[in-house]
């Protein structure tokens, strides 16, 4: 991995977290009603599930306001995704280019690796 590829990792990370942040934004258009009848199919590389919203957001007309549990909860996963997947990208980088004990010797490396690997194994 090159200096340009972490870099290029990182802004993606950081992309990651504001769609996740503006989307919340948009919560509060999306039709609640139509949202609440239909059963939604998501794709992703792995697999394709299909779920009946209507159990998550009920009568729910404001996320914000109805649901603000579901609002905090969205965004502190946000931020555990965004530090894990950061730590896991610069600690790779550190591997390969032959740094590792320069990042093992921060004083934050070790409090950061516990962190990451326990928000992969409470939420992964």
Same mark, same amino acid.
């Given at each position: ?22 989307? &919340? ?8 009603? *139509? /949202?609440?009848?239909? $059963?939604?199919? %998501?794709?992703?590389?792995? =697999?394709?599930?299909?779920?009946? &919203? ?8 404001? *996320? /914000?306001?109805?649901? $603000?549990?579901? %609002?905090?909860?969205?965004? =502190? ?48």
């Amino acid at each position: 991995m090159t200096k340009q590829e972490l870099l290029n990792a990182l802004h993606h990370i950081r992309g990651n977290l504001l769609l996740g942040n503006i989307l &919340l934004g948009f919560s509060e258009s999306i039709d609640r009603e *139509l /949202l609440g009848t239909m $059963p939604h199919e %998501v794709h992703s590389p792995y =697999q394709i599930s299909q779920t009946d &919203l209507k159990s998550v957001f009920g009568k729910t007309k404001s *996320l /914000l306001v109805d649901q $603000p549990t579901i %609002v905090e909860e969205f965004q =502190q996963m946000l931020g555990r995704a965004s530090m894990a997947e950061s730590f896991e990208v610069l600690e790779n980088y550190c591997l390969q280019s032959s740094q590792i004990e320069k990042i093992r010797a921060v004083p934050w490396y070790w409090f950061s690796k516990n962190s990451a690997q326990y928000s992969f194994t409470q939420t992964g």
